[in-house]
């Protein structure tokens, strides 16, 4: 699938956070961004059991319901001492709330409580682009690093104030977003999504 300048595209997404990350990655690219939310869309049931699988799941609907191409991330961090936890989960680590502090706080309880010493983690990214006849094409990245506790920095949103990339010393909350952008999971997903359907 190519999308041509000018493009609308929805963000199969009701995370505000992510939208604007997607849709200044986009910016450039002249493509027309849209939210879920604001068009009113509703939110499928993550029944997957992978981040593509899930990707796949609300791209499809989201390309079904508006009419127009569709792009979901699923995307979250994995850590090694918990098996890969939260993985899949977390968003839903946070609550119905949607709070990252209570799941920040989950984490480095559980590493008290289990007296981990392994403090690697990876965000893992998957994106689907789905079209309304639901063909879809999954584009994937992986940023590595390491937990820091207590929490640092307000920008970004999710996990990023508990996560240091490889190579850095400060987390995600801490840098600016252009910064991010550049090393980010999301970003190593996106630049295989932008050499696949914007050049």
Same mark, same amino acid.
């Given at each position: 699938?190519?999308?041509?300048? !000018?493009?609308? *595209? ?6 505000? !956070?992510?939208? /604007?990350?997607?849709?200044? *990655? ?33 791209? $499809? =609907? ?18 090694? =001492?918990?098996?890969?936890?939260? !993985?899949?989960?977390? =968003? $839903?680590?946070?609550?119905?709330? $949607? ?10 309880? *559980? ?7 392994? /403090? ?18 999954? #584009? ?8 820091? #506790? ?28 252009? =910064? ?5 999971? $999301? ?10 359907? *914007?050049?």
């Amino acid at each position: 699938m190519k999308l041509a300048k !000018g493009s609308a *595209l929805v963000v199969a997404s009701h995370n505000q !956070g992510k939208v /604007r990350e997607i849709y200044d *990655l986009l910016a450039p690219h002249g493509v027309v961004v849209r939210g879920a939310a604001e068009l009113g869309l509703p939110e499928p049931e993550e029944t997957g059991k992978t981040f593509a699988e899930n990707a796949i799941l609300k791209a $499809r =609907a989201a390309a079904t319901a508006s009419k127009l191409l569709a792009l979901a991330d699923d995307s979250g961090l994995s850590v090694a =001492a918990l098996d890969g936890s939260p !993985g899949i989960y977390s =968003a $839903r680590w946070a609550g119905p709330e $949607r709070d990252f502090k209570l799941a920040m706080a989950k984490v480095e309880r *559980l590493f008290a409580e289990l007296k981990l010493s392994d /403090r690697s983690a990876k965000f893992v990214c998957a994106l689907a682009l789905s079209d309304p006849a639901g063909h879809v094409d999954v #584009f994937e990245g992986e940023v590595h690093g390491h937990l820091v #506790f207590p929490p640092r920095g307000d920008k970004g949103f999710g996990y990023d104030p508990i996560f240091v990339a490889d190579g850095m010393s400060q987390t995600f909350g801490e840098i600016e977003p252009a =910064a991010k952008h550049a090393i980010s999971h $999301r970003a190593r997903a996106f630049a295989k999504f932008a050499k696949a359907t *914007l050049s």
